[in-house]
Antibody
Framework: QVQLTESGPGLVHPSETLSLTCTVS????????VYWVRQPSGKGLEWMGR???????SYNSALKSRLSISRDTSKNQVFLKMNSLQTDDTGTYYC???????????WGQGTLVTVSS | DTVLTQSPALAVSPGERVTISCRAS??????MHWYQQKPGQQPTLLIY???NLESGVPARFSGSGSGTDFTLTIDPVEADDTATYYC?????????FGGGTKLELK
């Protein structure tokens, strides 16, 4: 069945770079897109960016200057890197796979990232 | 970007009917979807394409709307429905989420 699993460091220091991995199973990254969605502590869901099935990427305009998404199809992994982290980047980061119609039926369990010195 | 506006919070008693609204800043046709999120958990899909119930979701949940105005209805509300509910549109790029409506039970 379809599974997505996020992994990464739980703690990042201010001004440093966050690196997260989304490992998927049950589908191919060349057939489906993967999105990153974050949830700042106590707040709502925010779309960060996506890796499309054809390798194209797209980013939230508010994060574009700090964000990079890549993938390794042989390892079934999608990567997120975001630099210059600040305390308001603290929150839970999810990877999720949409259907062709645009709804997110599959989510990872999320990984909590704390930005603190 | 398409802005989706939801009321921040609602409080209802078990057994009542509750409607949660989502208003889009521009038309999203019927490409509106609803999620439930309980504390400490990932969001789960409830309704897709405005009115289609996701498999396994209780029939107490229903959705309606098109264009810019959408509604998620829970009837009757149960204690387990305490959660935050989000709408999300996929008609306009980038896809966007509403700010969420926190449902509390009295």
């Amino acid at each position: 069945q379809v599974q997505l699993t996020e992994s990464g460091p739980g703690l990042v220091h201010p001004s440093e770079t966050l690196s997260l991995t989304c490992t998927v199973s049950g589908f191919s990254l060349t057939g489906y897109s993967v999105y990153w969605v974050r949830q700042p502590s106590g707040k709502g869901l925010e779309w960060m960016g996506r890796m499309r099935y054809n390798g194209d990427t797209s980013y939230n305009s508010a994060l574009k200057s700090r964000l990079s998404i890549s993938r390794d199809t042989s390892k079934n992994q999608v990567f997120l890197k975001m630099n210059s982290l600040q305390t308001d980047d603290t929150g839970t980061y999810y990877c999720t796979r949409p259907t062709t119609g645009g709804w997110f039926a599959y989510w990872g369990q999320g990984t909590l990232v704390t930005v603190s010195s | 970007d398409t802005v989706l506006t939801q009321s921040p919070a609602l409080a209802v008693s078990p057994g009542e009917r509750v409607t949660i609204s989502c208003r889009a800043s521009e038309s999203v046709s019927t490409l509106m979807h609803w999620y439930q999120q309980k504390p400490g958990q990932q969001p789960t899909l409830l309704i897709y394409l405005a009115s289609n119930l996701e498999s396994g979701v209780p029939a107490r949940f229903s959705g309606s709307g098109s264009g810019t105005d959408f509604t998620l209805t829970i009837d009757p509300v149960e204690a387990d429905d305490t959660a935050t509910y989000y709408c999300q549109q996929s008609w306009n790029d980038p896809w966007t989420f509403g700010g969420g409506t926190k449902l509390e039970l009295k």
